[in-house]
T-cell receptor
């Protein structure tokens, strides 16, 4: 299995809703990432998990809450989002300490209304 | 911090060769990567250069000059399906996280 699977593919949520994005990989990668990407922009790093521990939080607002239940799963819990949070949310994984190849999921297209 | 510069858009015709340049400024260098992203899709890893020189993978090649803080992605025998955004990326010091350039949109016409 050489894929990163993200669900759902599309999500529309109100500003008072609570939702979660899910990411799964079975490549044995021990580093997992959440990136946010706006249209016509590069991916921007949000969080890094290394060996299931949060190692980097790029000053992301607390309305985004990551969770890594085990080495194969990564969640992003969403609460009280703003319309400007609408974006493509990408999950990626890599072998720890390697920079020569991330595997990205196809992303969740999030719209906050 | 990390800073990467690449052209915003490049156009070419089918069958041609195109080169996408990337210059970078980093506090520490651990390699230059290239990713392809089709509209609405996920970024896909293309190549990685940690040392100076040329890496070839099929129609795609990537070059790195660490002394010039410069690299490029070379795409040969262009096809319509190569129309996409191409990002160069550098690894952040001390971690395996990537910082991406702003991306180059490649438009291939018949």
């Amino acid at each position: 299995d050489t894929e990163v699977t993200q669900t759902p593919k599309h999500l529309v949520m109100g500003m008072t809703n609570k939702k979660s994005l899910k990411c799964e990989q079975h490549m044995g990668h021990r580093a997992m990432y959440w990136y946010k990407q706006k249209a016509k922009k590069p991916p921007e790093l949000m969080f890094v998990y290394s060996y299931e521990k949060l190692s980097i939080n790029e000053s992301v607002p607390s309305r985004f809450s990551p969770e890594c239940p085990n080495s194969s799963l990564l969640n992003l819990h969403l609460h009280a989002l703003q319309p400007e949070d609408s974006a493509l949310y990408l999950c990626a994984s890599s072998q720890e300490g390697r920079a020569d190849g991330y595997t990205f999921g196809s992303g969740t297209r999030l719209t906050v209304v | 911090g990390q800073s990467l510069e690449q052209p915003s858009e490049v156009t070419a015709v089918e069958g041609a060769i195109v080169q996408i340049n990337c210059t970078y400024q980093t506090s520490g260098f651990y390699g230059l990567s290239w990713y392809q992203q089709h509209d609405g899709g996920a970024p896909t890893f293309l190549s990685y250069n940690a040392l100076d020189g040329l890496e070839e993978t099929g129609r795609f090649s990537s070059f790195l000059s660490r002394s010039d803080s410069y690299g490029y992605l070379l795409l040969q025998e262009l096809q319509m399906k190569d129309s996409a955004s191409y990002f160069c990326a550098v690894r952040d010091q001390g971690y395996s996280t990537l910082t991406f350039g702003k991306g180059t949109m490649l438009l291939v016409s018949p």
